[in-house]
């Protein structure tokens, strides 16, 4: 039996009740939606794709509805920038208003005016801020002033609980207790590293830089807790609170196209139609099995 607080993220497991497999839950536990892949940046190791698509509220609040009936306990607004998606705020607060999922959102954080902010707040309980390095670094990976990014932090930190994101690539590694820093600093949560993925002509992390980055997190001692890109933790001694929660009980994606994958790196997929996304799952699911 899982019991998840999604205002805090806590999670309490009772491993003393089993509970029979035909009550477990039929959604993932966490499903990732990208709203929109409209970017107004243009990152060099980006891997979303850029063929204009956006997925309509009225269908993506009834996806809301179905996951949450289905057990499933988070969702995450990602893209593209999520901020460019207009009824964000509409979609975010139906999902806080009338379901008991967690709303999380990643975002470059560029376009969090405090009007944005007011009309999020109470409607996301966590934020991912991506975070490429720092200074010079930062701005030569996402093209904006840091000094810029260093104000937003400040802004979202007075109303939402939040963490950063840091892609791992040979620009970035070097600035990683920089970034550590910058994030106990501003106030978050944690700090998520995502080696960079094989996107466009780009090989992704070497597994040289593989071999640094889990160096550093083995020598880090911050305040920070660390968190890892699932299938980058090599021999890391991780926590596994599910440790028998695998594969699409764990996490799902739908893209801006609408169709549901396993992760948002994977090729193959299942579109998520009028029969709903517990449908594609079951379908997702079959072609592992054929």
């Not at 005016?113 to 975070?131: C, E, H, K, M, Y």
Request: hydrophobic share 40%.
């Amino acid at each position: 039996m899982h019991l998840f607080d999604r205002r805090t993220g806590l999670n309490v497991l009772f491993d003393e009740v089993d509970v029979p497999e035909t009550l477990w839950a039929r959604a993932p536990r966490q499903v990732s939606i990208a709203l929109t892949n409209a970017c107004d940046l243009a990152c060099p190791f980006c891997y979303a794709p850029k063929n204009a698509a956006m997925l309509d509220a009225d269908r993506l609040c009834a996806w809301i509805d179905e996951l949450d009936a289905e057990g499933c306990l988070g969702i995450g607004f990602g893209g593209g920038e999520p901020t460019l998606y207009r009824r964000l705020p509409q979609v975010a607060r139906h999902a806080a208003e009338r379901s008991s999922l967690a709303v999380t959102m990643t975002t470059h954080a560029h376009r969090l005016t405090p009007q944005l902010i007011d009309a999020l707040a109470g409607a996301l309980n966590f934020v991912r801020v991506s975070v490429d390095g720092v200074g010079t670094t930062y701005e030569e990976q996402r093209g904006r002033p840091f000094s810029e990014l260093v104000q937003h932090l400040a802004r979202l930190g007075q109303t939402f609980r939040f963490g950063l994101n840091c892609v791992v690539n040979p620009q970035t590694l070097p600035d990683l207790d920089a970034v550590a820093d910058l994030a106990a600093s501003a106030g978050a949560a944690e700090l998520l590293l995502l080696p960079e993925r094989p996107a466009r002509g780009r090989p992704g992390s070497s597994p040289q830089t593989i071999a640094a980055l889990h160096q550093w997190i083995t020598n880090y001692r911050g305040p920070l807790p660390l968190t890892l890109g699932e299938g980058d933790t090599g021999s890391l001694p991780t926590a596994q609170p599910l440790p028998r929660e695998t594969g699409l009980r764990t996490y799902a994606h739908i893209d801006a196209a609408a169709t549901l994958r396993r992760t948002s790196y994977h090729s193959v997929g299942e579109p998520v139609d009028d029969r709903g996304i517990l449908a594609a799952l079951d379908r997702l699911q079959q072609k592992d099995v054929v």
